[in-house]
């Protein structure tokens, strides 16, 4: 299994950009799919989830700025973010936990995408 990010980038405060997460590989079922950050210095941190039903969390410091949502038939999750800050500025990171089609169930990572938000 393998999950492939893309969409990062530079972008000015109060931009916006969608980042995707596409896992591959003997897929049986995806259950929940989120997103992460890591700035310098800075432990990781959990920006949203979504479960395999559809619910969503999110950080705080992301409430009505960001959205995720996933297509469960491309196996992708998304992360819309608008009215991007500087302090959003970080390598985002996507996780799924996946049962594969041998029954073994984990959590996989993407490789992560720069996103920086400077003028």
């Known amino acids: 299994v393998q999950l492939q990010a893309s969409g990062g980038g530079l972008v000015q405060p109060g931009g916006s950009l969608r980042l995707s997460c596409a896992a591959s590989?003997?897929?049986?079922?995806?259950?929940?799919m989120g997103w992460y950050r890591q700035a310098p210095g800075i432990e990781r941190e959990l920006v949203a989830v979504?479960?395999?039903?559809?619910?969503?969390n999110y950080a705080d410091s992301v409430k009505g700025r960001f959205t995720i949502s996933r297509d469960n038939a491309k196996n992708t999750v998304y992360l819309q973010m608008t009215s991007l800050k500087p302090e959003d500025t970080a390598v985002y990171y996507c996780?799924?936990?996946?049962?594969?089609?041998?029954?073994?169930?984990?959590?996989?990572w993407g490789q992560g995408t720069q996103v920086t938000v400077s003028s």
């Open positions: 590989g003997n897929i049986f079922r995806i259950n929940d």
């Open positions: 996780k799924m936990n996946i049962l594969r089609v041998d029954w073994w169930s984990n959590d996989y």
């Open positions: 979504i479960t395999s039903g559809g619910s969503t």
